[in-house]
């Protein structure tokens, strides 16, 4: 069983094994623990503006399109805001950077800045907000280059290894903030009389078989040919070369998709599409696939693009896009090598 403690009592004691040297027992050190223990704070502050919907005047789209060209909903806006607010004056940072934004945050020069970066989708899967579906924040920490006057937009552009600690806080029945420092996964849900993150599950653990994928099946015509092998198989059931039935579920909310994954098993999958041959995935590496990926890994599952490891990827745009095959890890090996037989 689970011992039932706060989120900034599991934090307190990771860093006191950072400060008692017990290097490799997950230690993390004050600034990163203030850094965790901020965005969590900021995630009950969306926690509360997501769950006020039409109460709050926080439904329908705003008059405006981010960075990615897609029309921004109200409470994508909140949220990104509420992400920059609460971290820009607490010294633990030197730049955020968010789908949300074109170019990164970097902290004015009226705070101290810190040594570390962070990127968040703010809001995803903002499309379900006006139809009270499970949404989400998704973040991902690094640490600045030392070297170098200024940070800059380079100083991001770091392979999903380099990452320090990496989460997401689900905004659905419960609002769950799931986190790892490189030691495993854990899971917090928000206890609301409270007011605060407690711990429900540690040392995570995907399955590494599964009867259930996630993808946009309405999609299908524009995969290429190992996804439609992979998917194709999976449809055939117990007749077929899986000789196991397989279940769907698509939320189009990653966030949800992965929680789900995380909790019992499945693969997920965003290809490449012929619509836009030039973009590798929908999904965007720096705030989606790496910190998901992160997760996954470090739950025992595997996360790829199709043909490599996802945190191994060198970035070369803050807001690259990539394909996604992440999950239980026999599944994604297996969606892998078909690409890798077909190439
Ligand atoms: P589609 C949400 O917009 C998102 O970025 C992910 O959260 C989700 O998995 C995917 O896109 C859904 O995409 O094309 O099915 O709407």
């Known amino acids: 069983m689970t011992q039932r403690i706060s989120l900034t009592r599991y934090l307190i004691e990771k860093q006191r094994g950072h400060e008692g040297q017990l290097a490799g027992q997950g230690a993390i050190p004050p600034q990163l623990r203030l850094l965790l223990e901020v965005v969590a704070r900021a995630c009950k502050s969306i926690s509360l503006a997501v769950t006020k919907g039409a109460l ?3 439904l329908g789209t705003a008059e405006s399109e981010n960075v990615q060209g897609e029309i921004q909903k109200k409470l994508d ?19 955020m950077a968010s789908e949300e934004m074109e170019g990164i945050y970097v902290v004015p ?40 006057p200024a940070v800059s937009e380079q100083d991001f552009l770091q392979p999903g290894t380099q990452q320090v600690a990496a989460g997401y806080c689900l905004y659905g029945p419960q609002t769950t903030l799931v986190l790892t420092l490189g030691e495993g996964v854990a899971m917090f849900t928000l206890d609301r009389e409270q ?4 711990l429900t599950q540690e040392n995570v653990r995907v399955p590494e078989d599964t009867q259930e994928f996630a993808v946009n099946m ?19 059931g117990k007749d077929g070369p899986r000789s196991k039935d397989f279940n769907m579920r698509w939320i189009a909310s990653m966030v949800a998709d992965v929680h789900r994954i995380l909790t019992r098993g499945g693969v997920f999958m965003y290809p490449w599409d012929k619509r836009e041959p030039e973009k590798p995935g929908k999904l965007r590496l ?21 043909k490599q490891r996802i945190l191994d990827i060198q970035p070369t745009k803050l807001h690259q896009r990539v394909a996604v095959f992440l999950g239980s890890k026999n599944e994604v090996e297996r969606a892998t090598r078909y690409h890798s037989e077909a190439a």
Request: a negative charge; charged letters at 20%; hydrophobic letters at 40%.
């Open 286 to 306: 720096m705030y989606e696939a790496n910190p998901m990926g992160w997760l996954i890994e470090q739950a025992g599952g595997a996360a790829t693009d199709g």
């Open 109 to 148: 020069n009226r705070y101290p800045q810190g040594e570390y970066l962070l990127m968040f989708d703010p809001l995803d899967g903002s499309s379900n907000i006006d139809v009270n579906v499970s949404i989400g924040t998704i973040f991902s920490v690094l640490l600045k280059s030392p070297e170098g």
């Open 56 to 58: 709050g005047g926080v």
């Open 77 to 95: 806006i909140i949220a990104n805001e509420v992400l920059i607010e609460a971290n820009e004056w607490g010294g633990h940072l030197a730049a």
């Open 218 to 236: 309405s999609n299908m015509r524009h995969w290429d040919e190992p996804v439609k092998r992979y998917i194709d198989e999976c449809l055939q």
């Open 195 to 198: 007011g605060s993150f407690v």
